[in-house]
């Protein structure tokens, strides 16, 4: 149970000056976007910054070839694939519709070729040649697909093939593409190379990422675009700006230069009025406090995850954050036991609790410092002491 008897306001590195009022900044409405639903959301907190619709149950198109590569890194990451593999390319793989690689029945392709022909290209052809691969057969692949979706939190998701090719039983959201996206580019940085490149050749063929917004914004290294007649033109789209990554979804635009500037509106404007702030790193002490019957007088306090907020630009110098700890912390402890709360709350009244943690062991002391330190915090507490002051 904490307490209120111990409150520490924290006013760290010009971190936090407390002031009245927010009247230093000015949040604007969001963009008027043309879609049937999108998002922006900051990559390093989850803060959704834009919403429309972004729980609604739409077709992805070739979004969905998000999943097929992420699943294809999570084989190499256990290496049971290699990107030295060759990959036989099946009856049905050559004769998938749509958009396509160009590879060509009864040939071997290195998997490295097909992944880049299904992130680049978005080739279906090289979507099923890669789930046969992987899984033996689409059919099982798509299973695999379902639980990575499941493990991912990507509640509203199904999908029925490996390519994005229309099928009422197939379907996702904005939030679960964006939830996939920022793991794609958390777990598989180096897999995720791939969807930054501009241009793939196969077969003496050269196609161009259809992501224009490679070519117009320089901060822009992915995701990937999708479109079919059911789901209109889409576009998963990530920028890195001063440490700060976002993700925006845009799906069911009405065109491909529709969806590359509707993208491009919401990156603009995530980036010009908000900031992804570190206000305090892991394993960083936040206070000291007094221990009772240990081995060591005092306890390091902190957290032990990096504590990051979006805010408004200039919304940072508004926060307010203090400490409440328990009324007394006695051995033996151990390095992550919780012994209060740090709260942090901005200008509009807004609370986040964040659990303040031990970052050190304290073993307990021997029988007669046992005694002395009860003795002490007795008389301590009979004249009014602190008994959390080290």
């Known amino acids: 149970m904490f307490v209120s008897r111990f409150v520490a306001f924290l006013v760290l590195s010009g971190l936090f000056a407390l002031k009245a009022g927010a009247d230093n900044f000015i949040i604007p409405a969001p963009p008027q976007i043309s879609a049937e639903g999108y998002l922006l959301i900051d990559a390093n907190t989850d803060e959704i910054i834009v919403s429309f619709n972004s729980e609604q149950r739409l077709p992805p198109a070739s979004l969905t070839k998000i999943m097929t590569s992420y699943v294809a890194a999570k084989e190499l990451e256990k290496n049971s694939i290699s990107l030295d593999d060759e990959v036989d390319v099946s009856v049905k793989a050559w004769r998938m519709e749509g958009s396509r690689m160009f590879i060509r029945e009864g040939t071997k392709v ?45 509640d509203k998701t199904n999908f029925v093939n490996s390519t994005g090719l229309p099928d009422e039983n197939h379907y996702t959201t904005a939030l679960d593409l964006a939830r996939l996206s920022k793991a794609m580019i958390a777990e598989f940085p180096a897999h995720y190379r791939y969807y930054s490149e501009k241009s793939f050749q196969y077969a003496g063929i050269r196609q161009n990422n259809r992501n224009s917004l490679l070519w117009r914004d320089n901060t822009v290294d992915g995701v990937k675009t999708g479109h079919t007649e059911a789901a209109g033109y889409c576009l998963v789209a990530s920028a890195v700006r001063d440490g700060m990554r976002l993700i925006s979804v845009v799906m069911g635009a009405d065109s491909e230069v529709s969806r590359a500037i509707e993208s491009q ?120 002491g602190d008994p959390l002051e080290p």
């Open 265 to 384: 509106k919401l990156l603009t404007f995530g980036f010009r009025y908000f900031e992804t702030v570190t206000l305090y790193q892991a394993d960083e002490t936040l206070k000291k406090a007094k221990i009772w019957g240990g081995k060591h007088n005092s306890l390091e306090l902190g957290v032990l995850e990096p504590v990051i907020l979006t805010l408004p630009r200039g919304a940072r110098d508004d926060l307010v954050a203090e400490i409440t700890l328990v009324e007394e912390i006695h051995a033996p402890i151990r390095r992550g036991d919780q012994v209060g709360i740090l709260n942090i709350r901005d200008a509009d009244k807004k609370n986040i609790d964040i659990p303040v943690v031990a970052l050190n062991d304290v073993e307990e002391a021997g029988f007669l410092s046992w005694v002395w330190d009860s003795l002490s915090l007795f008389f301590l507490k009979l004249f009014g």
């Open 110 to 154: 290195s998997l490295e070729d097909i992944l880049r022909g299904v992130i680049i290209q978005s080739g279906n052809d090289a979507s099923v040649a890669l789930a046969e691969h992987i899984s033996g057969s689409e059919q099982s692949f798509v299973k695999t697909m379902n639980l990575y979706a499941s493990i991912l939190g990507m």
